[in-house]
């Protein structure tokens, strides 16, 4: 059975699924971007990135202008796709509680043009048994395709080194889905690792939970440190100096993002809410801002203070607000201080109207917060105070 195109990628226009189709363009398989966002797809069609992802403009403009990638707003083109890559991860509710029928949901709009023959690969974080959800739905269609889970594992901005360096996990439920999932995926790298649907879902679902309990513990003890007046900084680069066991320790930090936070709530929704050290990770991590706001308070009448926020994306070097903990930290700081000011040079103004310059913060603002630790901030010289628990200032992070 012949198809006009190698891969569509469902949901392609956003941070997961379009590093994923240039990538895949750019090893010569013809690529289609399928995403209901009508901008992001016409930014595509102009061979212009929707948001920040270094490296990825260059190859975009190549790959458009070789007519490898192409991006529409028509569900219809996913017939024309040997291979359909679905992006579209499980979203948690307002109760933190996992949605397992979302994803089935959503490919409703796909379902119709589903052909006999394709590898439909689920790529994004999945709850288990997911897989097998769509599984059985295809097999309810009665559509002969094969079912896979892929899982990406990219770090925004890293996403065109990482897609080509690191081994990518394939799951199929049977010997030829397997195959036809690796060698999709083994168009990128040659480190292929194989496991089943279940195994996948819990090893990525393990990953980003391992990397939230990890911040959860430094954020952890920087608290311990600052509210006894000890610079955690000095602790953690002390206790790592030339010892091995240590290097792997992060400094303290907001863990924020659309995943981290998601992926282990969906964790603990499979254990059954039994997950004990997931649920103390979230408690610090989401308190985090809580915290700062609180020490600040402890030493300043905020009430008659302007607090500058610096930096509202979830991670430096982006544009991404997406759970960003910035905005709780900005919601915390209205209850307690005169006025808050938020500034960051990546987030647009049609995205958040509120931000201001950084030169009006820097000169109105009372006090300082680096929330994001933008390289843009490194060099900034003040008299204010600054509280930095990123160490981005090199000044230390006791507040």
Known sequence: MSFENDVVVVGGGGHVGLPLAIALASRGRRTVVYDVAEVAVARIREAKMPFIEPGADDVLARVVAQGLLTASTDP????????????????????????????PRALATCAPFFRDGQLL?????????????VRDMVAEMGIRMDVAFCPERIAEHRAMTELFELPQ??????????????????????????????EAELAKLFTNTWRYIKFAAVNQFYM???????????????????????????????????????????LAAFSDNTFQLGHSAMLVNEGLPLYIASQLEQSYDLSDKTVGILGMAFKAGSDDIRSSLSYKLQRVLRFKAREVLGTDPHVPAEVDASLVPLEEVLERADILIVATPHNEYRDIKTDKPVADVWNLLGNGVLI
């Open 224 to 266: 311990m440190a600052n509210s006894k007046g000890v610079d955690f900084e000095r602790v953690r680069a002390g206790l790592t100096k030339d010892y091995p066991r240590a290097q792997d320790m992060p400094g303290p930090g907001f863990a924020a993002g659309p995943c981290l936070f998601k992926d282990t709530m969906q």
């Open 76 to 103: 219809a083109v996913v017939a024309t796709a040997e291979n359909v890559v679905v992006v579209i991860g499980t979203p948690v509710d307002e109760h933190l509680n996992p949605d397992p029928n979302a994803i």
């Open 121 to 133: 690969a689920l790529r994004s974080t999945i709850y288990p048994g997911v897989t097998a959800l």
């Open 169 to 198: 996990i394939v799951s199929a439920y049977t010997p030829e889905g397997l195959a036809r999932a690796g060698a999709l995926f083994g168009a990128l790298t040659d480190s292929i690792v194989e496991l089943t649907p279940e």
